[in-house]
Nanobody, 115 residues
Framework: QVQLVESGGGLVQPGGSLRLSCAASGNIFSINAMGWYRQAPGKQRELVAAITSGGSTNYADSVKGRFTISRDNAKNMPYLQMNTLKPEDTAVYYC?????????WGQGTQVTVSS
Protein backbone atom coordinates (compact mmCIF):
# COMPACT_ATOMS: atom_id res chain seq x y z
CA GLN A 1 0.00 0.00 0.00
CA VAL A 2 1.13 3.53 -0.82
CA GLN A 3 0.06 6.71 0.96
CA LEU A 4 0.23 10.17 -0.59
CA VAL A 5 -0.22 13.42 1.30
CA GLU A 6 -0.35 16.76 -0.50
CA SER A 7 0.53 20.12 0.98
CA GLY A 8 1.03 23.70 -0.16
CA GLY A 9 -2.43 24.66 -1.33
CA GLY A 10 -4.21 27.82 -0.28
CA LEU A 11 -5.67 31.13 -1.35
CA VAL A 12 -3.62 33.30 -3.70
CA GLN A 13 -4.31 36.37 -5.79
CA PRO A 14 -4.26 36.22 -9.58
CA GLY A 15 -0.68 36.41 -10.82
CA GLY A 16 0.64 34.84 -7.65
CA SER A 17 2.52 31.61 -7.06
CA LEU A 18 2.18 28.44 -5.03
CA ARG A 19 4.29 25.33 -4.67
CA LEU A 20 2.60 22.00 -4.05
CA SER A 21 4.39 19.06 -2.47
CA CYS A 22 3.44 15.41 -2.15
CA ALA A 23 4.88 13.11 0.48
CA ALA A 24 4.83 9.47 -0.52
CA SER A 25 5.23 6.58 1.90
CA GLY A 26 4.55 2.88 2.14
CA ASN A 27 5.49 0.03 -0.16
CA ILE A 28 7.27 2.01 -2.87
CA PHE A 29 9.68 0.04 -5.01
CA SER A 30 9.12 0.72 -8.72
CA ILE A 31 7.56 4.06 -9.59
CA ASN A 32 6.61 4.50 -13.23
CA ALA A 33 5.43 8.08 -12.99
CA MET A 34 4.23 10.74 -10.61
CA GLY A 35 1.95 13.60 -11.38
CA TRP A 36 -0.61 16.18 -10.46
CA TYR A 37 -4.27 16.25 -11.43
CA ARG A 38 -6.96 18.77 -10.58
CA GLN A 39 -10.73 18.84 -10.36
CA ALA A 40 -12.79 21.99 -10.38
CA PRO A 41 -16.42 22.03 -9.20
CA GLY A 42 -18.68 20.46 -11.79
CA LYS A 43 -15.77 19.32 -13.95
CA GLN A 44 -13.91 16.08 -14.51
CA ARG A 45 -10.53 15.44 -13.00
CA GLU A 46 -7.81 16.41 -15.47
CA LEU A 47 -4.09 15.93 -15.80
CA VAL A 48 -2.04 19.01 -14.92
CA ALA A 49 1.50 17.67 -15.17
CA ALA A 50 3.34 14.36 -14.94
CA ILE A 51 6.93 13.19 -14.73
CA THR A 52 8.19 9.71 -15.50
CA SER A 53 10.90 7.76 -13.74
CA GLY A 54 13.21 8.79 -16.55
CA GLY A 55 12.49 12.47 -16.05
CA SER A 56 10.23 13.08 -19.05
CA THR A 57 7.50 15.61 -18.39
CA ASN A 58 4.05 16.24 -19.77
CA TYR A 59 1.83 19.27 -19.20
CA ALA A 60 -1.71 20.28 -19.91
CA ASP A 61 -1.79 22.99 -22.57
CA SER A 62 -3.48 25.37 -20.15
CA VAL A 63 -0.51 25.37 -17.75
CA LYS A 64 2.46 25.17 -20.14
CA GLY A 65 4.94 27.93 -19.43
CA ARG A 66 3.41 28.65 -16.01
CA PHE A 67 3.68 25.38 -14.06
CA THR A 68 6.75 23.21 -13.53
CA ILE A 69 6.77 19.67 -12.20
CA SER A 70 9.86 18.22 -10.54
CA ARG A 71 10.67 15.32 -8.26
CA ASP A 72 13.02 14.38 -5.47
CA ASN A 73 13.93 10.81 -6.34
CA ALA A 74 15.49 10.12 -2.97
CA LYS A 75 12.30 11.08 -1.16
CA ASN A 76 9.84 9.96 -3.85
CA MET A 77 8.31 13.40 -3.71
CA PRO A 78 6.91 15.29 -6.69
CA TYR A 79 6.54 19.06 -6.58
CA LEU A 80 4.43 21.43 -8.64
CA GLN A 81 5.60 25.02 -8.92
CA MET A 82 2.67 27.14 -10.07
CA ASN A 83 3.36 30.67 -11.28
CA THR A 84 1.16 33.35 -12.82
CA LEU A 85 -1.91 31.70 -11.35
CA LYS A 86 -5.30 32.46 -12.87
CA PRO A 87 -8.81 32.18 -11.42
CA GLU A 88 -9.43 29.23 -13.75
CA ASP A 89 -6.66 27.33 -11.94
CA THR A 90 -8.95 27.11 -8.91
CA ALA A 91 -9.49 23.44 -8.12
CA VAL A 92 -8.62 20.61 -5.78
CA TYR A 93 -5.19 19.34 -6.76
CA TYR A 94 -4.40 15.65 -6.37
CA CYS A 95 -1.06 13.91 -6.27
CA UNK A 96 -0.85 10.71 -8.33
CA UNK A 97 1.67 7.88 -8.31
CA UNK A 98 1.78 5.03 -10.81
CA UNK A 99 3.57 1.91 -9.66
CA UNK A 100 3.47 -1.12 -11.95
CA UNK A 101 -0.21 -1.26 -12.96
CA UNK A 102 -1.56 0.53 -9.90
CA UNK A 103 -2.63 4.14 -9.48
CA UNK A 104 -2.46 5.80 -6.08
CA TRP A 105 -4.05 9.11 -5.10
CA GLY A 106 -3.70 11.63 -2.33
CA GLN A 107 -6.66 13.24 -0.59
CA GLY A 108 -6.22 16.52 -2.45
CA THR A 109 -5.32 20.08 -1.56
CA GLN A 110 -7.47 23.11 -2.39
CA VAL A 111 -6.01 25.87 -4.54
CA THR A 112 -8.11 29.02 -4.83
CA VAL A 113 -7.07 31.91 -7.05
CA SER A 114 -9.11 34.98 -6.28
CA SER A 115 -8.74 38.67 -5.58
Amino acid sequence: QVQLVESGGGLVQPGGSLRLSCAASGNIFSINAMGWYRQAPGKQRELVAAITSGGSTNYADSVKGRFTISRDNAKNMPYLQMNTLKPEDTAVYYCNLVQLKYNYWGQGTQVTVSS
